[in-house]
């Protein structure tokens, strides 16, 4: 096997680099032009008012849904609870199906889930990559859009898991969504 010399290689890339500064340069600020350019093309294309809405802080206007007080069998500050543990089993990389399983198990109740979905409301989330909830880069970009519960479990739930993906179908449609 050859001998590799760190030391010669990085002798030979930081020539290489005093050598080429002017287009290292020029494909440097060609990268930030397209970034940029991505930016304001994708932004203008969701109209001028779309430069200046944060949409991390949830301005997609959202109604809750109808729910009949005398069938719910959990208090607000649960559901508020359950809202908040669905979100965070399912913002992270990579989603904890037994959280979301334990709960759908204590919402087979048509109003408890609608309840949660309620408090859920609308939080953004990032499709097109990673899924979750969206970082700094996501945010500047315009990379991610609202979504209520439903459509976070559709998201972030799929067959691969099918005990919780049937119970989470049962308990949405049992409380008049579609999955």
Known sequence: MANFNFQDKLAKTGTFISNNRK???YVGGAVVLVILGYTIVSRTKKGITSLFTDK???ETPFEDVEIDDTKVTISDSIANSYANQLYGA???AGTDED???AIMKKLEKKDDFR????KFGKRSYVGLTTGGSPNALDKWLG????????QWLNEEVGY?????YSLIKKVVNNAGFSM
């Open 23 to 25: 287009p290292l340069l």
């Open 56 to 58: 991390s802080k949830g």
């Open 90 to 92: 399912m913002s992270n």
């Open 99 to 101: 959280i979301i399983y």
């Open 115 to 118: 309840k949660v979905y309620n």
């Open 143 to 150: 990379n991610y859009e609202d979504l209520d519960l439903v």
């Open 160 to 164: 691969s898991n099918y005990p919780t």
